[in-house]
């Protein structure tokens, strides 16, 4: 479980030619359904908050924490204190995830995009072989550091089970947005050819989920040829990993996607989360003189200590 890192400068796999709110605005209200002598609760979700309400507060974001591990009493003190978290869902306990968001802390929930997590037995046992990437000699992206396979976003049944993952995971739940981790494999890994039609599913899979859930906030990790072109209607923030002054302070690609997404940040107020490995001043410097949020995780891209 985590957000890896998607970086084209870096040692990339190359494919082919190239690689709702609990404070005032809403609450998760529990409905006890009667079926005969049994009774059962399940939540009902009242309608979230507006696209312009939420963009305001993760414009107004100071402190964030990304963090894909269970909760603990202390770490779910410390969540009551964070204007953002992103968690796994499957890992934090819902009364750690409600008492911060009674709190006013906007919860996003992680969700593998294109990559399936082997470790996520459940999810994985519903994927079918149209469901998985396959290369042009019919060969399956395989990613041995993380256990997990490339996905296919064209693939309609794909799309079907990961609605209803997210359905599962973040709205039932009571989250404020999902977090769509592994966006930026389209651009790392695939070929150039291949990119435009998985660009275009993932768009189309991102209007779903405004559809079905109601306008339910959307975040991506990486991406940035994807949200300047595809995605950035759909997108209130978006991560980049190992912000880190020694990698993207005198990068002449990386100073060009700063500009660029601050173009996105004017036209769709898109926030940019900013994560930083090294250099923690430095890279805090660099973001804040952007207007970018940031966040100093010396352990990169391993998100399973507070």
Known sequence: MRSSIRYALFSIILIGSSAVLTGPEMTVAHEINHLGDNAHLSYVDQ???TTATIKQRLADVETYKYYLDKGTDTIGEQMKQMD?????????QQKYIDAARSNGTL????INAMEADKWNEEFYSQLTEEDFYKDEHGEKMYFEEWDS?????TSPHYQEILLEEIQ???VQKGLDGVFLDTVGNIDSYLPEQEQAEQNEAMKAFMQKIKQQYNGLSIAQNWGFHTLANYTAPYIDFIMWE???YNVVGEDEWALHMIEQLKQVRNEY????????FDDEEQSRELALKHQFKFLYNPEGSYYNNW
């Open 242 to 244: 190992d912000f880190s």
């Open 149 to 153: 396979y490339m996905m296919d976003m």
């Open 107 to 110: 919860i996003y929930g992680y």
């Open 84 to 92: 953002l978290v992103i968690v796994e869902p499957i890992e934090m």
């Open 47 to 49: 309608a979230p908050q």
């Open 269 to 276: 107020g898109t926030q940019v989360m900013a994560v930083g």
């Open 168 to 170: 599962k995971q973040v």
